[in-house]
């Protein structure tokens, strides 16, 4: 039987995962607080009032800052208090709340020194309520396979962070890829929360990049393409009938 082995959101697009014991999923909603604010790289037209789905390359991310994965961050989802650390410093570089105006300046700083030079513009900290800076324009839970991520291994020849896939969901007990056929079929996790997969998720370089050092590494699309003839490594389902999760809970087909 499939479970659930662990649950991420991530609060800042690009930045650290938070891992949740538990968490309550909503239909048609993201995981609670997943990919809440972004920091725009250069001017991308995105308005608070009328949110609506940017691909990422409007963003600082992964795929083309790595260095982003030296930052350790972690954010308060009451107060919205972001504090962000850089790996191999001493001290903590820089707290502030992103509720206020001072705040996200004093965040943008931050990220106008940090990633001078990868920057087409003054860094700007985005939010709306109840947007998403997901990667697709649904609203959706990303899920991996450890076997798969297993079989990744194998084909590289090194290991393999599951978080370098930041996914929300990590399942065990799948056979390896047998994810990648689960389109259109509908899921359940737990007591009655019911997940519909709606599509499998293509990787880009923001795998290769390793999610402690910052180093770009490994070269896992195109691995995935020699070896399987295509780059996808895990799925996105909706959420059809909410409820209550953990890690342990068991996953079916409906």
Known sequence: MAKI??????????????????????????????????????????????????????????????????????????????????????????????????????????????CAGELRGPPKILHAEGHSFSDVAKKVVSIINLASVAAVEAMVGAPVNPLRFRANLYVEGWPAWSELDLVGRDLTIGRGVRLKVVKRIVRCAATNVDPDSGARDLAIPPTLLRHLDHADCGIYAEVIEGGKIAEGDEIAMA
Do not use: C
């Not at 790289?41 to 992964?62: C, E, Q, R, W």
């Not at 954010?75 to 972001?82: A, G, I, S, V, Y």
């Open 5 to 114: 082995q662990s649950i991420y959101r991530y609060p800042i697009k690009g930045l650290s995962p938070e891992r949740l014991e538990r968490t309550a999923l909503t239909p048609g909603r993201t995981i609670p607080g997943d990919r809440l604010y972004a920091v725009e790289n250069g001017p991308s037209g995105f308005d608070p009032a009328a949110p609506s789905y940017l691909s990422k390359t409007h963003f600082l991310m992964l795929m083309k800052n790595e260095r982003l994965a030296r930052l350790r961050t972690a954010f308060d989802q009451d107060t919205h208090r972001l504090s962000i650390d850089v790996a191999g410093t001493d001290g903590r570089a820089v707290t502030a709340d992103l509720r206020t105006a001072a705040g996200r300046a004093t965040i943008e700083r931050f990220f106008a020194e940090f």
